[in-house]
């Protein structure tokens, strides 16, 4: 396509998403949806998360409606690749994440494994301190010790603030330390 040619066309919908026209969002919504919609359809298996991907995708796609080119792709088939990317990416996360059982939540139970009388005494001791934690600081300190996400991970697992996450961490780890040696926590009294 020559540069004149290029001039006297009409922005593409994309360009206009990228410049920030009101009115390009609802058209690209419009033109789009039902392409984004049957694509997520194939990925995901629930209504629910179908819609919370159609939902992602369409935020990566203002995100990155400025590195459209015509030149190398249509306007379709740049959505489609934003499309396939984003569900790729929610189902490896997915991948990533361990299940936690409920029952793991709320009630720890350490099993002895032939390990000698003090050890299993302590262990007795460590596991009644953790269940005496508050559910979310159980919770955040399971999911570091025993499946072994970082901060970060447990955030974005659980939905807390990363801060909050570190606070959970922090307290938790701090009442069972009073818990083992015997001491009143300030965290939980």
């Avoid at 033109?31 to 194939?42: C, K, M, Q, T």
């Avoid at 307290?171 to 015997?182: E, Q």
Wanted: glycine share 8%; proline share 6%.
């Amino acid at each position: 396509m020559d540069p004149a040619a290029q001039m006297t066309e009409p922005p593409l919908l994309l360009g206009r998403v990228a410049a920030g026209d009101p009115t390009a969002v609802r058209e690209c919504l419009a033109r789009y949806g039902g392409l984004v919609w049957s694509i997520a359809r194939r990925f995901e298996g629930a209504p629910g998360d179908c819609e919370d991907a159609v939902q992602e995708i369409f935020l990566d796609l203002w995100k990155s409606a400025a590195r459209f080119d015509r030149q190398i792709a249509t306007e379709a088939a740049f959505v489609a690749m934003i499309a396939r990317r984003r569900l790729i990416d929610r189902k490896r996360t997915r991948g990533r994440r361990p299940t936690i059982d409920p029952q793991e939540l709320s009630n720890v139970e350490l099993a002895s494994g032939g390990a000698g009388p003090d050890t299993c005494a302590e262990a007795n001791q460590a596991a009644r301190a953790m269940n005496q934690l508050r559910p979310e600081q159980r919770q955040v300190l399971l999911l570091a010790t025993c499946h072994g996400l970082s901060h970060g991970e447990i955030a974005a697992q659980t939905g807390m603030p990363l801060g909050t996450v570190k606070a959970h961490a922090r307290r938790g780890l701090m009442s069972i330390r009073a818990a083992l040696l015997g001491v009143q926590s300030e965290e939980n009294p």
